[in-house]
């Protein structure tokens, strides 16, 4: 990939591919490898090549979206039909994925970022070291011995259909 696309504007896989690899000081096909091997040891790592991986997924959606619009407005007349408009749409929606993902991929980059260094974060790391595998607190009332559904006495007659 190049490092400006056609209209000027910066390839976001690519800028944040460059700061991934600066962060964790190696290339993002040995990271990846580094993070299949144990993806437990080193948790933010394991989190941005999860990202970036949806990060590329979505670029490849973005980019697929944009050569089909552009095949169908070369086709048009001055006028545009709506399944071309759909596909105007269906670039839309790709660019607020992709850039919803980059968020994330930035946040997980920036360690002063909000949310990160709070209590709640604290409490959420503390959380994901342990053990527990169900709820902190109880989700639903305990049933009380009376209420245990009892079984309707059968009078040995079969109802007729």
Known sequence: MSDEKA???????GVLTEQI????GMGMDQLKA????????????TDVVKWHGLLAESQAVLDRAEDALLAALETQPSEVDDPTMGLAHRVNAAVAARDGRALVVRWLLD??????KDLA?????????????GPAVQTSAPRPPSAAPTMAPRTGRVAQR
């Open 121 to 133: 974060a604290e409490r959420l790391a503390r959380l994901g070291r342990g053990t527990r595998q």
């Open 7 to 13: 209209d000027g504007t910066e390839d976001v896989v």
């Open 21 to 24: 690899e600066a962060r964790f």
């Open 111 to 116: 360690p002063g970022a909000p949310g990160k």
């Open 34 to 45: 580094v993070v299949a091997v144990a993806p437990a040891a080193h948790s933010d790592a």
